[in-house]
């Protein structure tokens, strides 16, 4: 990317979410891909699977939403799915957010970088919810 990407951390609001919920099938969905993880589902990869949970915006450049396609296979517990026009990019944690206005792959390791890994909380089958 040419220009800096301007970015914002924070403590993560609960985005909610109660419900059935599933573990996702892929790491990445693009903004064509039907069949996306539910909002019960992202906040189930939160608060109970230690994962990083990021909504990009579809109007990102093809380049950066490639740069973030790749980023995202490269991570473990990690989910990239569309969201909406504002902000271009937030990525979350159970305990914290960040917003940017581009993609910075290197903030987003440095989130990521912050989760304690080991520490999944035992939630049994998706089927038994």
């Known amino acids: 990317m040419s ?20 573990h996702p099938a892929q790491s990445f969905y693009g903004p064509s891909d039907k069949d996306r993880p539910t909002r019960a589902s992202l906040e189930h990869l939160l608060v109970s699977d230690n994962a990083v949970v990021i909504e990009y915006s579809p109007r990102l450049p093809e380049a950066s939403i490639q740069a973030l396609r790749e980023w995202t296979y490269l991570q473990t517990a990690t989910v990239a799915v569309p969201g909406g026009r504002e902000p271009a990019v937030r990525a979350v944690t159970a305990a914290a957010e960040l917003t940017c206005d581009g993609v910075d792959t290197i903030r987003l390791s440095a989130l990521a970088g912050t989760r304690t890994f080991g520490r999944v909380t035992e939630h049994g089958d998706a089927d038994e919810k």
Do not use: K
């Not at 924070?10 to 919920?21: E, V």
């Open 3 to 22: 220009s800096p990407v301007d970015c914002r951390t924070g403590p993560r609001a609960p985005a909610g979410g109660a419900g059935p919920w599933t």
